[in-house]
């Protein structure tokens, strides 16, 4: 089972369900039958810029962070759960809408795209070599030509 909490403090431009859906499509894509759960935060471009400055000190809007548990677990206490937390996701639509433009794809193809990457991420997938980043990249192709987002 799949816990998925998400947290709206800008417009999506679509269901926060559909946003569900799609994480679970992914999961189930992957094969992942864990108990898993991780939080969804949709920012605006200010926010994340803030975000990605003050963990990453790049002061720069970005589409997507994300935040594996095991790399946060100190900051937070956890409560018992029956679930894996895996951690969070920052996802800023204005920075998605812009890059899906520029790439000449519709939003929801590039954020269905980003989710994916950043589940990856939780899943502690990387791209921190060139072998990881082709094995990342060849997944993500693989979970947007299953999903057929047009």
């Not at 947290?7 to 992914?26: C, Y």
């Not at 790439?103 to 950043?118: D, Y």
């Not at 990856?120 to 060139?130: F, I, V």
């Amino acid at each position: 089972m799949l816990k998925i909490y998400i947290n709206t403090k800008t417009p999506l431009g679509f269901s926060e369900n559909w946003l569900k859906d799609m994480a679970k499509k992914v999961f189930g894509l992957l094969k992942k039958e864990e108990d898993y759960e991780f939080e969804i935060n949709i920012i605006n471009p200010k926010q994340i810029r803030g975000v990605n400055k003050k963990f990453r000190d790049k002061d720069k809007a970005t589409t997507i962070l994300s935040f594996v548990s095991s790399e946060i677990k100190d900051k937070f206490i956890e409560a018992p759960s029956k679930y894996k937390y895996l951690g969070e996701i920052f996802l800023c639509p204005e920075e998605i809408e812009k890059q899906a433009k520029e790439i000449k794809i519709s939003t929801k193809k590039q954020v269905t795209r980003i989710l994916a990457h950043g589940i990856l991420h939780l899943l502690e997938y990387g791209h921190d070599t060139d072998k990881r980043t082709r094995e990342m990249e060849e997944i993500e192709e693989k979970i947007s030509d299953a999903l057929n987002i047009k």
